[in-house]
């Protein structure tokens, strides 16, 4: 019998497998084609889980029964990182974002014995989990598995949404068309979320199918919205990132300020006058010295340079060491980073270190030595 709902469902998983492929071919670095393919081929297996289970061939499928769950665990953390690429707070990837990753693993933890249990006790905890009840061990622990899956997707999009608050006006949708689509994406995926969850907790057993039916039809709809928007709007990442660097910079302090003057200034400060050798160089001192408050000051090199203060002023120091370490291979290093601002050796060299992955000794002899077989 035809059935309009399995055929969206399929429709969502060739969505899912054709933005796989595309990210994998779209002109972004490693690290977000990696990303963004994951994002889609996760969503993908797990629209196919569900397919499985609404044609009623769970049983044809034992092997490969729940096996999605870890991979539909770790679709928040992905969608969270993909979302900061378009506001562009996530320019490199950092080891922080692993731990997003961790309810993933120990949903892993769960499921690779599951995996090896008979045909026949799957076969029961399957029985359990259709009708939405949850007595055995496995069926409790897919079935609490599937609701934390749903409150962590729904939780990260809340957050995001905080986050791009500022987004979400009529000014800004309608110089951007494609913040508005965002916004209505990301709003139908939390009331989606958010009704089928209570479906699934208030109505107990009644509604269970239908609830993840509408769920995984709800993704298969926002996928193909998705996927059209993308067509229309091609370069649509980049709109957004210019939208919230546009929102950001109307709603700053900066906005009256004349920013081209401030950069002259600092150049002149830290390029000729070499203010960052004043050890005891602070924000409120180099504000002063720029004729600006300390909060603009902040947000200027926040908004403007995306760096703080320590990393602005040590990123001078450090230069002028490199040419210090190599131009007076006599001096010593701790005489160096003294002249150079640095309060001690150990400030020194942990700064020296995030730059070059190494002691300002061994920069010093590895520039030296290459140089000597240069000549």
Not at 141 to 165: D, G, N, P, S
């Amino acid at each position: 019998m035809f059935d309009i709902f399995l055929l969206i469902i399929f429709s969502g998983i060739v969505i899912s497998f054709i933005g796989f492929a595309g990210a994998l071919v779209d002109d972004l670095s490693f690290w977000e084609k990696t990303r963004i393919s994951l994002l889609f081929l996760f969503i993908g297996m797990v629209q196919f889980s569900y397919y499985i289970w609404f044609l009623g061939q769970d049983y044809s499928f034992l092997s490969i029964h729940s096996t999605h769950l870890p991979f539909a665990c770790s679709i928040s953390p992905l969608l969270y990182i993909f979302l900061q690429i378009i506001i562009r707070t996530n320019k490199t990837l950092s080891w922080k974002y692993i731990l997003h990753f961790i309810p993933a693993i120990f949903v892993l933890a769960v499921i690779i014995p599951y995996i090896y249990l008979p045909d026949d006790q799957k076969k029961l905890i399957i029985d359990e989990l259709n009708v939405g009840k949850s007595n055995l061990k496995f069926a409790f622990l897919i079935q609490l598995i599937r609701y934390f899956i749903f409150t962590q997707i729904l939780c990260y999009l809340v957050h995001f949404v905080i986050k791009t608050r500022s987004l979400v006006n009529f000014r800004s949708f309608r110089r951007e068309e494609i913040t508005l689509h965002l916004f209505i994406i990301i709003l139908l995926c939390i009331i989606t979320l958010f009704i089928s969850m209570c479906v699934m907790i208030f109505f107990e057993n009644r509604f269970f199918v239908v609830s993840h039916k509408t769920i995984s039809v709800s993704i298969s709809l926002l996928l193909l919205y998705l996927h059209l928007l993308t067509r229309k709007h091609p370069h649509g990442i980049l709109q957004v990132q210019k939208e919230f660097e546009n929102i950001k910079y109307e709603n700053s302090n900066l906005k009256n300020v004349n920013l081209e003057e401030i950069r002259i200034k600092l150049d002149e400060l830290l390029e000729s006058k070499k203010i960052y050798k004043d050890n005891e160089i602070s924000m409120d001192k180099l504000s002063n010295l720029l004729g600006i408050g300390g909060h603009k000051l902040s947000q200027y090199l926040n908004e403007i340079l995306k760096t703080n203060f320590y990393d602005f002023i040590n990123r001078y120091r450090i230069i002028e060491s490199e040419r210090l370490l190599l131009g007076e291979p006599n001096r010593t290093v701790l005489s160096i980073g003294l002249e150079i601002g640095f309060s001690s050796q150990s400030t020194f060299y942990a700064a020296f270190k995030r730059k070059w992955k190494m002691s300002p000794n061994a920069f010093r002899k590895k520039f030296l030595k290459s140089k000597t077989k240069s000549i």
